[in-house]
């Protein structure tokens, strides 16, 4: 009985210095983040030149009479650009539960 008591002991003791690993970044975590930080960069440069897009061609529809499809491409836009941007946040949340 007290041998098993004595291994319940050593596991516990073993677990417990194991427990409270000190973090370390990946290899390579450098590059990852220089990368994240372009394709935010194109999702911010990306949403602008759309939103642009959408309102000369707001203008255009206006001015010629034609139909009204450009409200639909700012709201996309615009949408887009929300969850492109709290696309960090997201993961966070979601990477925390």
Not at 18 to 38: C, G
């Amino acid at each position: 009985m007290s041998s098993i008591a004595a291994s319940v002991f050593d596991a516990v003791s073993v677990y417990a210095q194991v427990s409270d690993p000190t973090p370390e970044p990946p290899p390579l975590a450098d590059k990852i983040d220089q990368f994240l930080r372009y394709a935010t960069w194109l999702a911010i440069l990306s949403g602008t030149i759309s939103i642009i897009v959408a309102g000369a061609k707001f203008a255009w529809e206006k001015w010629s009479g034609g139909g009204m499809e450009s409200p639909k491409m700012v709201a996309g836009a615009m949408i887009g650009g929300v969850v492109a941007t709290s696309a960090g946040t997201i993961m966070n949340t979601v990477l925390s539960i």
